[in-house]
């Protein structure tokens, strides 16, 4: 299979360029995007094309990845940014970073996973347009997979140094990182090292700073592999400290996040059977409050510190019999969420306690060829089982609240769930009309949060929308129907991939009103600063749109290229729009490739979102366009200059997915969403070998 390459990655490894690829193994071309991010070491088999499409400056895989098609960013912080996919984002979309799934350790997803994806460190991001294959186990949508730099198995015999490092400066945050992977490596056997630091401070906008988003971050690890009679053996270790880093949007701030991820991997046969085996571990440690970064509260008594852990083990085996793969996963998580106050030691409540979630997945595939025409047709199902100790509180906490646990504890049950999905893919790689199709009904199971949140709180997974919720044990798990189609049209110079998509969701999970059965946690709510607080329920939802991009190669210098996207979600069962979804966006980008350099320009904007979600008291925003101006030099054969200048009017703009501040004093208004960094100049300078 033939893997795309742009030709200014090739010359400017540092460039960006999405476009479709088909990167290694069993991907489908047509069905995914990748952002190759570091065009080195591509084979002879990998053939240079096309663009020059994206560039982001910002420090986490999400701004980058929100640069597909489809796909936008959601902004809670300068390191806690999510992906949204096609209206769909959290634990809806399946994202991993280097192929492993994990639980994330906030229960406001301060730590999504792409925060542990550095963009400093990365390789490639893969997106599945359409859902994903359920070999990749469950995920109502799209799969994200942020794949870290790493050393390469190289073609000698003998063991011979690589390096891929890289270091960067941005100015509207003084922000800076230097990181990347060396190691020796031979046919054999390849050992290499990865780190990373980042350091930024309170970024600018027009007229001020931003306060409290300010952030760092440190990763370090160690990677091998030992490969022989095409049998593979990997190992990869690496920890994440992240420390004090602003989370304006939400009522605390990262403290710290010590992190550790494991991952033992087996590529090989048994006989002549393909088989491949893995074992994963991920545990995070986290600390996070309302009085070291932002200004602290005037009373003692309301001075909060949060300890929140959570550990991931999972477990995934694959064996190929033919056109059929049959496997088995497995995924155990506990997490403990605990609320104290630093000032009364008698305050502690464990408001997510002892949390314990199993899974145990099978899934088979198969794999048809015909014709020039490909499919596959995949079947999993999942056991799941969860369960939550009786919630601990101090003997210093409001009487109120002691009820409620107690309360709590005798509605308190271990829940069971089971579930199927299934994926049908069809699609063409060759030809100028380049059809595809994918066809799923997909379940995702309520999380943590959702379903054992038994403390009124603003912990919501990361919706930050300012609301106190509580969780539901009862809740049923999601399940969505989506017909996703699109045709890839490539004529000469060229390109356009326009898809269309319907997802229509039963039991979608949405707060809604907690009914006057609770008075108790009403109460609560209210004494916390909401008389109407929300509960996780099971509604409906339907999310619809397009999504295309349009790459046109006009003269061997000059490209041009073009993404839209947009979707519209809302309520089936009442008249109401989902929360938080992208009003229409796009960018057109104009480049020019000399030799040895390439300049671009590129504006970025989108329309106003009126269609916002009444009950989750959205405000609407209105439409902002922006202009960045982008770079690339190559000095020499391993050293690369890039960067640019971005919002290059200093314009102040706020997209209708950043954060709602909540940190008072600074130059953004409380309730204001955070307003994008004001002219800002980005430097990234590379060594490869
Ligand atoms: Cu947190």
Redesign the pocket.
């Known amino acids: 299979m033939t893997r795309l390459l742009c030709s200014a990655a090739l010359a400017l490894p540092l460039l960006l360029c999405a476009m479709p690829a088909a990167a290694e193994d069993d991907d489908a071309a047509p069905l995914t995007d990748t952002i190759v991010v570091t065009g080195q070491r591509q084979t002879p088999l990998e053939e240079a094309t096309d663009p020059l499409s994206g560039h982001a400056s910002l420090p986490d895989a999400a701004a980058l990845t929100a640069r597909l098609p489809g796909a936008a960013l959601i902004g809670n912080g300068p390191i806690s940014g999510q992906v949204q996919f096609r209206g769909l984002f959290s634990d809806r979309l399946a994202i991993r970073v280097g192929g492993q799934s994990f639980q994330t350790?906030?229960?406001?997803a301060?730590?999504p996973p792409l925060h542990y994806a550095p963009a400093i460190l990365l390789d490639t991001i893969k997106v599945s347009r359409g859902a994903a294959p359920v070999s990749e186990g469950p995920g109502m949508g799209a799969m994200v997979d942020a794949r870290l730099k790493s050393v390469r198995f190289g073609s000698g015999t003998e063991l011979a140094p690589q390096a891929s490092l890289a270091a960067s400066y941005r100015s509207a945050d003084q922000g800076y990182a230097a990181g990347g992977v060396a190691g020796l490596a031979s046919e054999r056997l390849r050992l290499g090292v990865i780190a990373s630091w980042e350091q930024g401070s309170d970024y600018r906008i027009p007229g001020g700073h931003a306060r409290d988003t300010g952030y760092e971050r440190l990763t370090y690890g160690l990677s091998a592999g030992f490969r022989s009679q095409g049998q593979t053996l990997s190992l990869d270790l690496r920890r994440q400290e992240t420390g004090p880093s602003g989370?304006p949007p939400?009522a605390?701030d990262?403290d710290y996040f010590h992190t550790d991820f494991a991952r033992l991997g087996f590529d090989g046969r048994i006989g002549a059977l393909p088989l491949a085996l893995e074992l994963g571990y991920v545990d995070v440690r986290?600390g996070?409050d309302n009085f070291s970064l932002r200004p602290a509260p005037t009373s003692a008594a309301q001075y909060r510190y949060?300890y929140?852990e959570a550990q991931t083990m999972t477990a995934r085996a694959r064996i190929g019999i033919g056109p059929l793969a049959l496997g088995a996963d497995l995924a155990q998580v506990d997490r403990t969420v605990t609320i104290s106050n630093p000032n009364n030691p008698a305050f502690f409540i464990a408001s997510l306690d002892r949390i314990e979630q199993s899974r145990l997945g099978l899934f088979a595939e198969a794999r048809f060829d015909r014709a020039g025409w490909q499919a596959d047709l995949g079947l999993r199902i999942d056991w799941h089982r969860a369960q939550m100790a009786n919630p601990a509180v101090g003997s210093g906490v409001p009487a109120m609240i002691v009820n409620l646990a107690n309360q709590t504890a005798l509605g308190n049950a271990p829940r069971r769930d089971t579930t199927w999905d299934a994926v049908l893919r069809v699609w063409r790689e060759d030809g100028a009309l380049r059809p595809r199709l994918v066809l799923s009904r997909k379940s995702r199971v309520p999380n943590a949060v959702e379903r054992f949140s038994w403390l009124p709180t603003e912990a919501s997974g990361g919706l930050a929308d300012g609301n106190i919720y509580i969780g539901r044990q009862t809740l049923r798990p999601e399940v969505a129907w989506a017909a996703e189609a699109g045709v890839d049209v490539i004529v000469g110079g060229v390109s356009l991939r326009p898809s269309l998509f319907y997802r229509r969701v039963d039991h979608y999970i949405q707060g809604g009103p907690v009914p006057a059965s609770m008075p108790l946690q009403i109460a609560i709510a209210t004494m916390n600063g909401d008389s109407t607080p929300l509960i996780a329920s099971n509604v409906d939802a339907e999310l619809y749109g397009f999504d295309a991009d349009l790459g046109w190669q006009i003269l061997p210098q000059l490209r041009f290229d073009a993404t839209v996207s947009y979707v519209r979600g809302q309520r089936r069962d009442l008249a109401d729009n989902l929360y938080r979804i992208a009003p229409l966006n796009g960018r057109v980008a104009l480049a020019w490739q000399g030799t040895g350099w390439s300049l671009s320009g590129e504006l970025v904007g989108a329309a106003a979102q009126r269609k916002v979600s009444a009950t989750n008291g959205e405000a609407p925003s209105s439409g902002w366009v922006s202009a960045n101006l982008w770079f690339g030099l190559d000095l020499g054969k391993t050293v690369q200059l890039s960067g640019g200048i971005e919002n290059l009017f200093d314009r102040r703009y706020a997209d209708h997915l950043a954060g709602r501040n909540r940190v008072p004093g600074g130059d953004v208004g409380l309730g204001e969403r955070l307003p994008a960094a004001g002219r800002s100049l980005f430097v990234r300078l590379g060594l490869d070998f």
């Open positions: 350790g906030g229960p406001n301060m730590d989370n939400y605390m990262i986290h996070m949060s929140a």
